[in-house]
C-alpha cells in the first residue's frame, strides 16, 4: 500500500462564508498539513476576515494553526470595496458566533507565507482564495518565493464563464487586478480554480439539511449557509442554491480533487479600463487538444466533478462537533480557547 504524504499548505483568505468551509476542509483533511493561515481584506474588512479566519480554526480544533493578520486594502487603489450583501455583516452570513477566539501572530501573512516557504523548500502549496494583495506584497518583498515553493493554486478568475463583479472580472480579481497581474507574471505556474468550475458545484437546501443533522459543526456551516444561498438564489440561479467557490482550490491544491480538464496555457491579468479584472487565457488550441504554448504558465481547471460539494458536506458531518461553542453570544467578548 502506498500513502501520500499530506501537502503542505499555506492557505489565504478573506473569510466570509465559502472561505469559511475552505478553512475547514484544509484543517479537517488528512490529505493537508496546514502550516499557516493568512487573512486578507475582500469579502468583508480585515479585522472581521481574521477573527473569522481565528474563529474557523478553533472550531475545526486547529488552534495550533497560525493565523497572520494580511492587507486591509488593494495594493494601488485606496478604497477597497467589500461584499456583506454577499456574506453577511460578520462574514458568517449573520449566523456567526460573535466570539473572538484566539489572537493573530505578529508577523504579517506576507512575512509568514515567506517563512514557511523558507522552512520547507519545495514542498509548500499556496492556496489563495482571496483578493491576491499579500501574495503580490510577498513576491515584492521575496522575489524568489516561486522557486521556494511546490506551486500556487488560487480561487480567482474565469477562463470561459462570464465575470461576477463585471461582466468578465470574478471578484478575488476583480479586487486587486495589479496583485494578480504580479501574481500572473511571476514565472510561476499559477493554478486557477475560477468561476468556470466553482459555480458548477453547489451547495443547497439538501446539503444543509445533512449538515445540521450532523454535529454542532454541520449545524454551524448549515447556519452560515441559509444568508449565502438566499443571496445566490436571487443574483445567480434563480433557486436556492450557492456555488461552493473556495474550498475547491484547497482541494485541486490537496490532489482530493482531480481536475477533469486542465491545460497549460499561456494567460495574463488585464488591469485597464472597461476589463480591468478579467483573466485572459489563451484557449484556442482547444479544438485541437491544447497542444504545448511556449510561456505558457497558467492551468485554468476547466471542468471538475460537481460532486465533489458531497465530499466536503461529509468531511464536516464526519467530524461532529465544532472544538468550540457554536451558540451565538451577545457582544463579543473574548474567550480562551
Ligand atoms: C470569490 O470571491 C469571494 O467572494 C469568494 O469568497 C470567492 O473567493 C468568488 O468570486
Ligand atoms: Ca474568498
Known amino acids: 500500500m502506498t500513502t501520500t504524504a499530506p501537502v503542505k499548505m499555506v492557505l489565504d483568505c478573506d ?13 479537517l483533511h488528512p490529505a493537508v498539513e496546514l502550516l499557516g493561515v493568512g487573512s486578507v481584506w475582500g469579502n468583508v474588512d480585515l479585522d472581521t476576515a481574521t477573527r473569522n479566519c481565528l474563529h474557523t480554526v478553533h472550531l475545526a480544533g486547529r488552534p495550533d494553526v497560525p493565523v497572520a493578520r494580511g492587507a486591509d486594502r488593494p495594493l494601488l487603489q485606496t478604497e477597497p470595496v467589500f461584499a456583506y450583501h454577499v456574506h453577511g455583516d460578520d462574514g458568517q452570513g449573520n449566523a456567526g458566533t460573535g466570539r473572538v477566539l484566539g489572537e493573530p501572530v505578529a508577523e504579517s501573512a506576507a512575512e509568514q507565507m515567506i517563512r514557511i516557504a523558507r522552512e520547507h523548500p ?28 511546490r506551486g500556487i493554486t488560487i480561487m480567482g478568475g474565469a477562463a470561459l464563464a462570464p465575470g461576477n463583479v463585471t461582466e468578465v472580472a470574478e471578484a478575488n480579481i476583480w479586487c486587486d487586478p495589479d496583485a494578480a497581474a504580479a501574481v500572473f507574471n511571476a514565472g510561476w505556474t499559477v493554478t486557477m480554480v475560477g468561476l468556470d468550475v466553482t459555480m458548477l458545484t453547489t451547495l443547497d437546501d ?3 439539511e445533512r449538515l445540521a443533522a ?21 443574483a445567480s440561479f434563480g433557486e436556492r442554491r450557492s456555488c461552493m467557490h473556495d474550498a475547491l482550490a484547497v482541494a485541486v491544491a ?84
Open 214 to 234: 450532523g454535529g454542532t459543526l454541520g449545524q454551524y456551516v448549515a447556519g452560515i449557509l441559509d444568508h449565502y444561498i438566499g443571496y445566490f438564489a436571487a
Open 122 to 149: 519545495g514542498e509548500v502549496e499556496v492556496v489563495a482564495v482571496g483578493p491576491l494583495t499579500n501574495v503580490a506584497i510577498a513576491l515584492a518583498a521575496c522575489p524568489e518565493l516561486p522557486t521556494l515553493v
Open 206 to 208: 439538501g446539503h444543509r
Open 254 to 337: 490537496a490532489g482530493t480533487l482531480v481536475p477533469d480538464l486542465a491545460p497549460l496555457v499561456r494567460a495574463y491579468v488585464s488591469t485597464e479600463g472597461r476589463t480591468r479584472g478579467q483573466t485572459v487565457c489563451d484557449l484556442r488550441g482547444m479544438y485541437m487538444g491544447f497542444p504545448e504554448q511556449e510561456g505558457a504558465r497558467c492551468r485554468p481547471v476547466l471542468r471538475t466533478d460537481p460532486a465533489f460539494a458531497d465530499q466536503v458536506v461529509d468531511l464536516l458531518v464526519a467530524a461532529g462537533d465544532a472544538a468550540v461553542p457554536v451558540t451565538p453570544v451577545a457582544g463579543t467578548e473574548e474567550e480562551s480557547a
Open 15 to 27: 473569510t466570509g462564508v465559502d472561505d469559511t468551509l475552505a478553512i475547514l476542509y484544509a484543517a
